[in-house]
């Protein structure tokens, strides 16, 4: 495979060590997170290990979270337009690994994350893409001051909230499918970041996130259904490979370039990759 | 020039399907054979036009819907009124099965009928019109005098959470609810009114909808929705006056005058999510729906229509009904007593040309006294909490004021319009 930018590596990933769950981070452009697992032997395999191991990757990615977030809302609060523009899509990495994590606390997620669409009449526009919209829509970070310091709140209390988050493999595995969803619901249709269009990015934080969901509880997986496995190693490994031609320095080209060709096929790709990915629930339950 | 009586047009289809068939391929092809005993009674079936309510709302719902919004050309309120009539008199023809004008007349005049459902029988077919707040001037001029007619209960929707909505399939002056059990006869209806109106007013968008999705009399069985669950169980039904007096009918009391005796209609279309639906695990399924898949009992429950236990609690010490159930949240209970009448059809437009998924979802249609008391509410809460909104997205919506029925030698519409 291809060697991944740097940048998608800077999101953190897992290593699965002998069936510890050493939270061992991240890594080398030419390591994919997916290749550098080393699943345990099947028999040591235990729910433990793969809740331990995801719970390791959710708090390292809140922890980039909130490190990337502040030096963003620094440079808003700054007026420093060009260099708010370009921490405002790495940002975001971290979180969409993990989203459906943040969802399960209530309002934060609608507060970090909502598109304009989201919010209902007599409500307020708040977090990442409000800042977005006046970065790119405006050209401006007027006004923008109390939504940028109100964002690194709210991801401060994400990070202190996951670490009380309830786990077990079944979650982790739906969580992997539920983050392929929002790749289908709104980033293979540009509306995710519709002033920056930057969505690539937070594609490829959703798969790279997803992947690392599977590859926490791919050890439950695969003396079972070890087929399954292969497919959904092999799902991963085409959507990443689709994405290649599509990045551009430390990133990615913007949405708008895509035809409606290249979206299909990724849109395609994820379907087919998310689908046996959805079997793997009941896999893990029967293994509990 | 209305040819024969409906029932020659009955032995027809009757005497064989073929005929009919050769005159519609499409039209009886959607029944198929295995069908045809009850296609053939269901053709022949008249819904009267002309009452103090318009038809296709109390109606049994049909099979099949051909939805039209309108944009309105003209600026002359006399041209409209004349379109109205001349409406009028069409519907009144097309639901008793009859064409609006000659198929086979003058060789070098365009036929007075396009003539696709020559034969096809009335098939239930109702016509239903209504107002925007467009037609009152909305946010725009007042082109025809009506503003200070406008209903309040014609308030423009507030925007509900995660909607994304296409003002290309949203919206409109006129509607026109073409409703029966033959696809191809509620398309020639709208095909027709379009052709009728043509320079006067122009189709705004127009949704064609199969599956009626809610029953709306007793007697209907509860069909299913493209989620594969039954939809409308606890619907409001057409033949319960008392309900539908409280509850869908403009009161003679309500204001204004001229809406006695009509109702409001929402159309939303709502896409649905259907890979992801697909690859949902049916527990997560039916807890977000909150009844069970095969039976459509709700999750208190062991048939379809048991009551629904909101209270219940579950030996985990959480809601049977979990808190964010679709039905929990569009209960009447939840909802301080509201009651709409659904009368919503499924519907495929081929696949989204951007993520190479299927478009299709629900085609929602609703009928209350007063949205701002009916939809507006029960939506917000939805659009707020359901769990169904993973799965789902509203992206098209209209609203519209449906004036009463007419008689004999009337118009749909006089009660404005004078």
């Known amino acids: ?288 | 020039m209305t040819g024969g009586p409906a029932i020659s047009r009955r032995r027809l289809l009757a005497g064989g399907l073929a005929a009919g068939a050769g005159l519609a391929v499409g039209g009886l092809g959607g029944y198929g054979f295995a069908r045809e005993s009850q296609a053939v009674d269901l053709q022949a079936v008249v819904e009267p036009f002309y009452g103090p309510h318009q038809a296709g709302i109390a109606t049994a719902a049909q099979a099949r819907i051909q939805f039209a919004a309108f944009n309105v050309l003209t600026s002359r309120r006399d041209e409209l009124r004349v379109l109205l009539r001349s409406w009028t008199s069409a519907a009144a023809l097309m639901t008793a099965g009859e064409p609006v004008g000659n198929p086979a007349g003058d060789p070098n005049a365009p036929p007075s009928d396009t003539g696709e459902a020559l034969g096809l029988g009335p098939a239930r077919l109702t016509l239903t019109f209504g107002f925007g707040p467009s037609l009152f001037g909305g946010s725009g001029p007042d082109r025809f005098g009506l503003a200070a007619q406008r209903p309040a209960a014609l308030a423009d929707l507030p925007q509900f959470a995660h909607d994304e909505l296409d003002p290309t399939v949203s919206n409109g002056d006129l509607c026109v609810q073409a409703c029966a059990e033959d696809p191809q006869v509620a398309f020639h209806a709208i095909r027709e009114l379009a052709r009728i109106g043509r320079g006067t007013v122009a189709v705004r968008w127009s949704q064609l909808g199969f599956g009626r999705t809610s029953s709306t009399t007793a007697a209907q069985v509860t069909p299913r929705n493209l989620q594969g669950f039954l939809d409308g169980t606890n619907n409001v039904h057409g033949d319960d006056e008392p309900t539908m007096d409280a509850s869908v009918w403009v009161a003679p009391s309500d204001d204004p005058a001229w809406m006695a005796g009509g109702t409001y209609l929402v159309s939303r279309r709502i896409r649905m999510r259907i890979e992801a639906w697909d690859r949902a695990s049916l527990g997560d399924q039916e807890a977000t729906i909150g009844r069970d898949k095969q039976t459509g009992a709700p999750l208190t429950g062991s048939a379809e229509h048991d009551t629904v236990d909101l209270t219940r609690v579950g030996a985990d010490g959480k809601p049977v009904i979990p808190l964010s159930a679709h039905i929990r949240l569009a209960a009447p209970a939840t909802n301080g007593g509201i009651r709409i009448l659904r009368r919503g059809y499924s519907f495929t437009d081929g696949i989204d040309g951007q993520t190479g998924q299927l478009n299709g979802g629900l085609f929602f249609v609703c009928f209350q006294r007063d949205p701002r008391t009916g939809f507006v509410p029960i939506q917000t809460r939805l659009a707020a909490s359901d769990a169904l909104n993973e799965y789902i997205v509203h992206v098209g919506s209209g609203l519209f004021a449906v004036p009463p029925g007419t008689a004999a030698g009337g118009y749909v519409g006089e009660t404005l319009f004078g």
Not at chain 1, 8 to 14: D, G, H, K, N, R
Not at chain 1, 72 to 98: N, Q, S
């Open chain 1, 1 to 288: 495979m291809t060697p991944r930018r740097p940048l998608a590596l800077a999101i953190a990933v897992v290593a699965l060590v002998g069936g510890c769950a050493g939270p061992a981070v991240t890594g080398a452009p030419s390591n994919p997170p997916v290749e550098q697992s080393t699943a345990p032997e099947a028999s040591q395999a235990t729910a433990a290990d793969s809740v331990a191991t995801y719970r390791a990757y959710i708090e390292m990615n809140t922890d980039l979270l909130v490190t990337r977030t502040k030096a963003f809302a620094a440079a808003v609060e700054a007026g420093k337009l060009a260099e708010a523009k370009t921490l405002y899509a790495p940002a975001r990495e971290p979180y969409e690994a993990i989203e459906p994590v943040a969802e399960t606390f209530g309002d934060l997620d609608p507060e970090i994350d909502s598109r304009i669409n989201d919010v209902p009449a007599g409500g307020t526009f708040t977090g990442f893409h409000r800042i977005e919209e006046a970065l790119w829509s405006k050209n401006s970070t007027a006004g923008m001051t109390p939504i940028a310091r109100k964002l690194v709140t709210d991801v401060t209390q994400l990070q202190a909230l996951v670490k009380t988050v309830d786990l077990d493999p079944a979650t982790i595995a739906n969580g992997a499918v539920g983050l392929l969803n929002e790749v289908s619901a709104s980033k293979i249709t540009g509306e995710e970041d519709r002033y920056s269009h930057t969505d690539l990015w937070d594609l490829e934080a959703n798969v790279i996130g997803a992947q690392a969901a599977w590859t926490a509880i791919k050890p439950l997986v695969v003396s079972r259904a070890p087929d399954l496995a292969t497919t959904i190693d092999q799902g991963f490994s085409a959507v990443l490979d689709a994405l290649q031609p599509f990045q551009k320095g430390d990133g990615y080209v913007l949405f708008t370039t895509l035809t409606p060709t290249d979206t299909q096929t990724l849109s395609q790709l994820i379907d087919a990759l998310a689908d046996p990915l959805s079997q793997v629930a009941a896999i893990v339950v029967t293994a509990q």
